[in-house]
């Protein structure tokens, strides 16, 4: 075997990653070859100073990190029970109009929608409203921010109060079925609320100080996750290169 391979192995040993019997067989080379025993030394007496060498004198930043530290505001008692309150008002919204969209798939006469409107109008109109009180209710239950939820609501809702308003004007809609899209505003209204920061579960609270624009600000992009840290395995080749450039 060549000198090189028998300092690979020297290497190794230095760092401790030699086998029993490549330490017994490096020990065997060194007791006849001068070049790899003067090696051997300058390599030990290097990786000897690297592991014993003072550290620098740093300063001491821990006052001015902790100063540094946004100080965390505890949600207080009142926000979290109004927290709890609004979703248990969104779980109760989503009860009703959950009911309400089953009731409507039971029944089959059109009623307040006016003349026209066919059956499965009618129908869809009652999916629309199972879909909206088993939203309500998930958002409740899971405690979840409802964010992802609002764009398609709001549009919806949006929508179907000009279309009321509309067919209140010229008549084409009974008064008891505008009442029940209430439910549907109440419900969304709630979300809204729920959609804000400070009332989201494990949301920061607001921070008074920041004025960084709106917190309503409609944002069109996920914000990208920082990569999480890991841990690479030292490799035998980078000790033994390191041990060469000092050699
Ligand atoms: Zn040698």
């Avoid at 001491?60 to 248990?88: C, K, Q, T, Y």
């Avoid at 779980?91 to 929608?113: F, M, P, S």
């Avoid at 000009?162 to 004007?169: E, G």
């Avoid at 069109?220 to 395995?233: M, T």
Wanted: charged share 20%; proline share 8%.
């Amino acid at each position: 075997m060549a000198c090189e391979q028998w300092r690979e192995i020297l290497s190794a040993e230095l760092d401790g990653e030699a086998s029993r019997s490549e330490r017994v067989a490096a020990e065997e080379h060194l007791a006849g070859c001068a070049g790899c025993r003067a090696w051997f030394d300058a390599a030990a007496a290097v990786t000897r100073r690297a592991r014993t060498r003072v550290a620098p004198p740093v300063p001491d930043l821990v006052d001015a990190v902790l100063a540094a530290v946004p100080p965390v505001r505890a949600r207080s008692p009142w926000r979290e029970r109004v927290g709890l309150g609004l979703r248990g008002l969104l779980g109760l919204l989503g009860a009703v109009q959950l009911v309400l969209g089953l009731t409507q798939i039971g029944r089959d006469a059109v009623i307040g929608h006016g003349p026209g409107a066919g059956q499965h109008l009618w129908h869809e109109s009652a999916a629309w409203n199972v879909a909206v009180g088993a939203g309500f209710l998930v958002v409740a239950l899971r405690r979840s921010a409802p964010t992802g939820l609002l764009p398609m609501l709001s549009a919806f809702v949006a929508t179907l109060v000009l279309l009321s308003v509309n067919d209140l004007i010229i008549g084409q809609v009974a008064v008891a079925r505008l009442v029940s899209h209430g439910f549907l505003l109440a419900g969304w209204a709630v979300m809204v609320l729920l959609a804000r920061p400070g009332w989201r579960p494990g949301g920061t609270p607001p921070q008074r100080t920041r004025s960084s624009g709106s917190r309503w600000s409609l944002r069109l992009e996920e914000q990208p996750e920082p990569a999480p840290l890991r841990l690479v395995p030292p490799t035998p080749y980078s000790a033994q290169a390191r041990h060469r450039r000092a050699a």
